[in-house]
């Protein structure tokens, strides 16, 4: 089994920038990938950005040139650097894995059977 555990939300100007962490613990395929997702009341989760074992990297086209997603393979630790923060960020931000994932989907929830238990973003 994979246990994801995030950490770094909180409250925020419209401006600021917070950075989260994942750590992942438990069996990694050796294809895999990670992401983050953000989902608001009432809305379903939404892909903010991932990558994959290859390096292939995606982002959603509202973050491009905002957010970075990052991994620490040592630390078994995924990251997502949020900067200029907008208050359409607002939502509770996701960490998920995957296995043998399409590197064209990498932002669809489906590619994912692993999740955190999430951590709130407020920009206000």
């Known amino acids: 089994d994979v246990q994801l555990v995030e950490s770094g939300g909180g409250s925020v100007q419209p401006g600021g920038s917070l950075k989260l962490s994942c750590v992942r613990s438990?069996?990694?395929?050796?294809?895999?990938?990670m992401g983050w997702f953000h989902q608001g009341p009432g809305s379903k989760p939404e892909g903010v950005a991932a990558?994959?074992?290859?390096?292939?990297?995606s982002y959603a086209d509202a973050v491009k040139g905002r957010f970075t997603i990052s991994r620490d393979n040592a630390e078994n630790t995924l990251y997502l650097q949020m900067n200029n923060l907008t208050p359409e960020g607002t939502a509770m931000y996701y960490c998920?894995?995957?296995?043998?994932?399409?590197?064209?989907?990498?932002?669809?929830?489906?590619?994912?059977?692993?999740w955190g238990q999430g951590t709130q973003v407020t920009v206000s």
């Open positions: 990558l994959d074992n290859e390096g292939r990297i």
């Open positions: 438990g069996y990694t395929p050796s294809s895999y990938c």
């Open positions: 998920a894995a995957g296995e043998y994932c399409s590197s064209g989907f990498l932002l669809l929830p489906s590619e994912y059977n692993a």
